[in-house]
């Protein structure tokens, strides 16, 4: 009986390390084409894209030199550049302060007890799931068509024309239907952070006798650092990166008083025969934006710990 059991241990030692083999090829050969499509579709065209920033490539025909870092000084010498990296910035803070501050406020009160509330936010979600350059589009009509008509009527000047034909306006139409699609994914985030909050915290404020502000800033605000931390983040991110609003509504117009880095580096490349050129700017672009995410994590992440 011994001897018996002695082979069952002996073989189950020995198939033991070859079912983990055999478990660990399936799971390698499941993972292997997602490797390969991203290597194929993301990183090989990375790497390629980083060694024509230091070229004089034109994105056409075959003849190219290597000019060593000419492209990256020559960026900024470039006022056109400069001004598309002032204009993504000033709008990415704008936006992401106004849509975490239009998000919080939405996703308290539906957080609360209200009628229809399960409607109403499936209705705040819903520019979520729209198509961002089909709303861009839909806005450009309303901003030329509809908005004069009211603001004529209204007897308000800024709006009796088309602030997206103005220089000096165009950025705030842009601003506009960028916060009020991105809104609806901060709601969720944030209403999935309220609802962490244990209600008797609450209950114990108002025996206190706390008022609204005094619960919001002592519990609510607290509780959901984290989610505050990640919205901020991802906002800044997905503003930074502007594009297709900006296709929609302006083409980076009037003249390029609206042109963000991306609109910059996509209309430069492909249509300016500056390929290498805004290679190298996309490449710098991304160092701005890993740095400007490092930089914002570690803040809030700060005022996490603090709060």
Do not use: C
Not at 164 to 184: C, E, M, N, S
């Amino acid at each position: 009986m011994s001897v018996l059991s002695d082979d069952r241990q002996v073989s189950a030692g020995l198939t033991a390390p070859r079912k983990r083999r055999r478990q660990d090829l399936t799971f390698l050969f499941m993972a292997l084409p997602a490797v390969i499509l991203f290597f194929v579709f993301h990183t090989y065209p990375a790497v390629q894209g980083i060694l024509y920033s230091f070229t004089n490539f034109k994105g056409f025909g075959n003849n190219y030199d290597f000019v060593g870092l000419r492209n990256y000084v020559q960026i900024f010498q470039d006022e056109r550049a400069m001004a598309a990296y002032r204009f993504t910035f000033l709008f990415a803070i704008l936006s992401t302060v106004l849509v975490n501050a239009v998000a919080l406020v939405i996703a308290i009160g539906l957080n609360s007890n209200i009628r229809f509330r399960n409607t109403l936010r499936a209705i705040y979600f819903l520019p979520n799931i729209l198509s961002v350059l089909i709303v861009g589009f839909i806005f450009n009509y309303l901003f030329a068509n509809l908005v004069p008509k009211i603001g004529a009527g209204l007897g308000i000047a800024s709006l009796s024309k088309n602030i997206l034909g103005d220089p000096h306006l165009a950025w705030i139409g842009i601003v506009f239907v960028a916060v009020w699609q991105a809104a609806a994914f901060n709601i969720i985030l944030y209403l999935a952070g309220l609802q962490t909050i244990p209600y008797d915290l609450y209950e114990a404020a108002d025996i206190d006798g706390a008022g609204p502000w005094q619960k919001f800033r002592n519990i609510t605000f607290p509780m959901i650092a984290a989610f505050f931390t990640i919205n901020m983040v991802l906002a800044m991110k997905a503003f930074l990166q502007v594009f297709d609003q900006i296709v929609a509504l302006t083409g980076g117009g009037p003249g390029t008083s609206t042109e963000s880095v991306s609109f910059l580096i996509y209309k430069g490349g492909f249509d300016g025969g500056q390929f290498a050129y805004q290679s190298a700017n996309a490449v710098l672009f991304f160092i701005v934006l890993v740095v400007v995410s490092l930089l914002q994590t570690r803040f809030l992440h700060r005022r996490e710990v603090e709060a």
